[in-house]
């Protein structure tokens, strides 16, 4: 695929095409739920062509990029979800309303504003990236779905188009052939995506179970992250932010998710991930209330509502304090100030997002066995909270457990000395330290530590088996990973969690 910018013959040929589309106006004639397919030739590609404006909104020509967009929108069908699709878009907008990287290629490539009601604006979808303009590649396949969309669109014929809203599956396809474009009439193949199905860990359903029980609910909600995320000169990420509260107590914990490279591996996550939310808060409550149309309940019902244990609700009407703290919480990470108002937001966690190359390098070694060690990146301003995630990422943990950090005055071998050291926990845990100042281990962000190069702290987890681990601060260095905390390096096997003594 060329990722060069697109010719100006390129260009001028896509706003000819554009303005042959409007002189046909195919959005007064077809239905706006019909799609048809048009194969590629000499690349294994598909694209579903519909047309869009038969309401008088903004008119144009969307292109899904093979059955995974297709059979999303056909699920899904409502505009929210156009960031979760593999498409391109021709869109026809008042050239004012455009900004100066979508009009000036329309205004250099010689057509004449007359020849082209309206400015067409040529855009690529990929999802978990904020729409981009069309690289050189995606030019040539654009131009190619648009030829065939007008050679069928002029014959005003759509009894074999495939109708979003239907369940039969049969579709028209225009396919290069034997040195000639042709028809056929075809079962449209199944989404690859939904081969990976929905899994919840045994574990966790047990841990939830031993809760004690809440005195009402929990709120529940995973919505696009008002912003990007992204370095300049590269394309901006999209995220999505799940918050889950109490509402008992207003209690709140987050997480935000980066989906770049695959969306689906980011839903499959999010049961599991929703689950360990409420495992935080600390209570099993008697129901989850989702709001209408949330993309947490789309999960959830694909999954099948049968397998979470405890009754899960759609709610038409606003959810408080959901909404409020989603606002405040919004406005806290895209300012970088603390969240408004009084209530908590728990455990923090700003999620993985993207580094800005200068990060901090802790070396974690097995107390006990130190030739098993790894090495993690991570940002100044994530938390303890976030490299005690990395470290159970990062030794192939499976089940959570109390976890804590100290920071004795010198390295040690005395777990008495290090256990009267300055400790960090999670919240609603710290009663449980015995000895030492504590803190809050989602509050606490590496950067606030002043840790010195070489110093040595310690991180216990589980305090049942007492896995004990040394952890070396080894200074601040560059990366390329784009994504943090992340685990640079591994030395050893991880051992199993739960080690079976008799052998």
Not at 134 to 151: F, K, R
Not at 348 to 365: D, E, I, M, R, Y
């Amino acid at each position: 695929m060329n990722n060069a910018e697109p010719s100006k013959t390129q260009l001028k040929r896509l706003f000819q095409l554009a303005g042959e589309i409007t002189d046909i106006n195919p959005w007064e004639t077809v239905p706006g739920d019909l799609v048809f397919g048009v194969k590629l030739s000499g690349i294994e590609e598909t694209g579903y062509i519909q047309i869009i404006g038969q309401l008088g909104e903004t008119f144009g020509i969307l292109i899904y990029r093979g059955e995974t967009a297709l059979h999303r929108i056909r699920r899904l069908n409502q505009q929210n979800s156009m960031l979760e699709l593999e498409m391109f878009s021709l869109i026809f907008e008042d050239l004012s309303d455009l900004p100066p990287e979508v009009t000036q290629p329309f205004k250099s490539s010689g057509i004449d504003k007359e020849d082209c009601p309206g400015t067409p604006a040529f855009m690529s979808h990929t999802p978990g990236y904020i729409p981009a303009l069309l690289t050189s590649g995606e030019a040539t396949m654009l131009t190619e779905y648009l030829e065939q969309a007008l050679d069928v669109y002029r014959r005003k014929e759509t009894e074999q188009f495939h109708d979003l809203d239907s369940s039969d599956m049969k579709c028209l396809y225009r396919t290069y052939f034997m040195g000639q474009w042709v028809d056929s009439v075809e079962n449209i193949p199944p989404s690859p995506e939904l081969k990976d199905k929905y899994k919840l860990d045994s574990r966790l359903l047990k841990d939830l179970w031993n809760l004690p029980p809440g005195i009402n609910g929990t709120q529940a909600s995973l919505f696009l992250f008002p912003g990007s995320v992204g370095q300049p000169g590269e394309r901006p990420s999209t995220a999505y932010l799940l918050l889950v509260v109490d509402e008992d107590t207003g209690y709140a914990v987050h997480e935000l998710f980066a989906p770049e490279g695959s969306l689906r591996r980011m839903e499959l996550s999010v049961p599991g991930i929703l689950l360990k939310k409420i495992i935080e808060i600390g209570t099993k409550p008697k129901y989850l209330s989702i709001p209408e149309g949330d993309k947490l309940f789309e999960i959830i019902n694909e999954m099948d509502i049968k397998r979470i244990p405890f009754p899960v609700k759609e709610e038409e009407d606003e959810l408080k304090p959901l909404e409020d703290i989603s606002e405040d919480l919004c406005n806290s990470i895209l300012t970088g100030k603390a969240p408004a108002g009084n209530h908590s937001t728990g455990k923090q966690t700003t999620g993985q997002v993207k580094s800005n190359g200068k990060v901090l390098q802790v070396k974690v070694a097995l107390i006990g066995n130190k030739r098993i060690y790894r090495k993690i990146a991570i940002r100044e301003d994530q938390t303890l909270n976030d490299l005690h995630e990395a470290i159970f990422r990062a030794f192939d943990r499976e089940e959570e457990h109390l976890y804590s950090f100290f920071f004795p005055n010198k390295a040690t071998s005395s777990k008495q000395v290090i256990m009267k050291s300055r400790a960090f926990f999670p919240p609603m845990e710290d009663v449980m330290a015995p000895f030492g100042e504590q803190g809050n281990s989602t509050e606490a962000t590496l950067g606030s530590l002043r840790l010195r190069e070489k110093q040595k702290f310690y991180y216990l987890f589980d305090w049942g088996d007492e896995w004990w681990h040394e952890l070396t601060f080894e200074g601040k260095s560059s990366t390329k990973e784009k994504i943090l905390p992340a685990i640079i390096m591994k030395k050893g096997e991880s051992p199993p969690q739960y080690p079976d003594w008799d052998e």
